[in-house]
C-alpha cells in the first residue's frame, strides 16, 4: 500500500507570494491532518480535514488554509507568504477505525526568501 | 508554560546501551499517548501508542505512561545505530484525529 505523498518536496518562494502544497493520503484514509514544523517552535497543528469538511484547526493566522477533495488529496495554501513561514509542511492521514495512528508524508520543505 | 515538555539533547549513546526518553505534560486531560520516530529529511512514524497511565512493550521499546505525574517515557533496549533519529512525543485527549500536541523531540545518536 503507498504510504502518503506530498508534492512539491521543496519549494522556495519570496516573500509576499502565495503556495500551495498537496497531500495524497493513503488509499482508504478519509482524514487527513496538516503540521508546521520548525526547529524552534516544533510540529504544531494547523488543521484536520475529513470528507472534504475541516473538523479542526489549529492556532493560525487566516493566512494558512486548506481544502480536501471527494478522493480525500488535500491542499493547504499559504497567502502573502512571511519569512517566518519557512518551515516543513507535514500532511498525515488516518483511518477511520484508527483514527489516532496518524501516518506522516515526507513533508514539503518551505524555504521563503 | 508549554503544554508538553520535552529535554531536546542532543543525546549520544554506545551501541547497546538503554536509552530512555521523557517528555512531561501539564494538561491533565491528555489521555493518549504516542512516540514518534523521525529520520532526518523524513516524516515522522508512529513508534507507540498507550492510552491513559501503564506500561506497553514491543520488541526492544517500552512506553511508560504516570499520569499522577504527568510523564511519559520511552526505554530503547540494546540501542542500534539505526535507532539514530528524533523521538517525538505527542499526546491529545480525547483520541480519535483530535489535533496532537508534540513536544519538539530528543535527538538521539547511537555509536557503533
Known amino acids: 500500500k503507498a504510504g502518503v505523498t506530498q508534492t512539491p518536496r521543496y519549494l522556495i518562494k519570496t516573500r509576499g507570494q502565495q503556495v500551495t502544497l498537496s497531500c495524497s493520503p493513503i488509499s482508504g484514509h478519509r482524514s487527513v491532518s496538516w503540521y508546521q514544523q520548525t526547529p524552534g517552535q516544533g510540529l504544531q497543528f494547523l488543521f484536520e480535514y475529513f470528507s472534504e469538511t475541516q473538523r479542526n484547526k489549529g492556532n493560525f493566522p487566516g493566512r494558512f488554509s486548506g481544502r480536501q477533495f471527494s478522493n480525500s488529496r488535500s491542499e493547504m495554501n499559504v497567502s502573502t507568504l512571511e519569512l517566518g513561514d519557512s518551515a516543513l509542511y507535514l500532511c498525515?492521514?488516518?483511518?477511520?477505525?484508527?483514527?489516532?495512528?496518524?501516518?506522516f508524508g515526507p513533508g514539503t520543505r518551505l524555504t521563503v526568501l | 508554560q508549554k503544554e508538553v515538555e520535552q529535554d531536546p539533547g542532543p543525546l549520544s549513546v554506545p551501541e547497546g546501551a538503554i536509552v530512555s526518553l521523557n517528555c512531561t505534560y501539564s494538561n491533565s486531560a491528555f489521555q493518549y499517548f504516542m512516540w514518534y520516530r523521525q529520520y532526518s529529511r523524513k516524516g515522522p512514524e508512529l513508534l507507540m501508542y498507550t492510552y491513559s497511565s501503564g506500561n506497553k512493550e514491543d520488541g526492544r521499546f517500552t512506553a511508560q505512561v504516570d499520569k499522577s505525574s504527568k510523564y511519559i517515557s520511552l526505554f530503547i533496549r540494546d540501542s542500534q545505530p539505526s535507532d539514530s533519529a528524533t523521538y517525538l512525543c505527542a499526546m491529545n485527549k480525547q483520541g480519535g484525529s483530535e489535533k496532537l500536541v508534540f513536544g519538539k523531540g530528543t535527538k538521539l545518536t547511537v555509536n557503533p
Open positions: 498525515a492521514s488516518s483511518s477511520d477505525w484508527a483514527a489516532n495512528e496518524q501516518f
